[in-house]
């Protein structure tokens, strides 16, 4: 993969590029991720799609102004980032907050979106869960443990990538990382919830929702699914909150066969 930098409103933002496609994919992470959340599939999608996958502004390795971090200022970011890389139209695959971000830049930042996946996205439930809890701990008190336990959680698995922890004790730990995290937090919390606004979603979309996720459950994917016109969904079973890293080829063989 190409590492590169973009400015944005005087920010510096972080992306992964790979690939040489007409045709682009972007990649949008959850709370608290980064680009590298979506190293396992990046690979498969460049043989298909130039594939794009930023550090959200406040995340990653981008800078962390200090901003209130609600949700349509994530989605006019994502609007400015795709027309500073030059994109015209594009596929984009979103998980959790970035499945809310995604969504939300279509209907209201008129992002020109082809085809759009949510992966266990945002936007309905309003309460936490007990493994999210642990996620939200692990970020603002960053150890190898805390970590740990919050990436067993969220999977449901007990064997986890050190690089996968390290990473996240090492970004949740950078100057304004815990500020950004926590404001994103709230501007969730203080969000109006997206089923109302779904059905301004005009264009194919595929949701996508593993069996046992435990940070944002399954049962919330009717709202989604029930909201989009043209909308199809597909259970990942035996996986959590992260279909796309727990089992990657599969995941890679659904999005594609939806993207084409």
């Known amino acids: 993969m190409t590492v590169k930098t973009t400015e944005i409103d005087g920010n510096k933002i972080r992306y ?51 901003v209130d971090y609600t949700t349509d200022y994530f989605a006019e970011f994502v609007s400015k980032f795709v027309n500073k890389v030059g994109i015209k139209e594009l596929n984009v695959i979103g998980s959790s907050l970035g499945g809310q971000i995604a ?42 443990d805390s970590a740990l336990n919050a990436f067993q959680a ?16 090492e970004r949740m730990q950078l100057p304004n990382a815990k500020m950004a995290f926590m404001s994103t937090l709230l501007g969730l919390s203080n969000s109006q919830i997206i089923t109302e606004k779904l059905q301004l979603i005009t264009i194919p979309t595929l949701i996508v929702w593993g069996e046992n996720d435990p940070i944002i459950p399954i049962e919330y994917a009717q709202s989604f699914v029930s909201g989009i016109n043209d909308c199809r969904f597909y259970k990942m079973t035996g996986c959590g909150h992260v279909p796309y890293a727990e089992k990657p080829n599969v995941f890679f063989q659904i999005v594609s066969d939806f993207l084409n």
């Not at 599939?41 to 200090?66: C, H, N, Q, R, T």
């Not at 996946?117 to 190898?144: C, E, F, Q, R, W």
């Not at 969220?154 to 004790?169: L, P, Q, Y």
Request: no cysteine; hydrophobic share 40%; net charge positive.
């Open 16 to 66: 992964f590029e790979k690939g040489t496609s007409k045709d682009t994919l972007l990649l949008l992470h959850g709370l608290g991720a980064s680009a590298e959340r979506w190293e396992y599939v990046i690979p498969l999608f460049a043989k298909k799609f130039k594939v794009i996958v930023p550090d959200l502004i406040g995340f990653g390795y981008s800078d962390k102004p200090m």
């Open 154 to 169: 969220m999977s449901g698995r007990k064997k986890i990538d050190e690089k996968i922890v390290s990473g996240f004790v």
């Open 103 to 144: 969504a939300e830049s279509i209907i209201n930042h008129d992002v020109n979106v082809k085809k759009l996946v949510l992966v266990s996205p945002s936007g309905v439930m309003k309460h936490s869960t007990p493994a999210l809890d642990v996620y939200i701990s692990a970020a603002l008190y960053p150890n190898t």
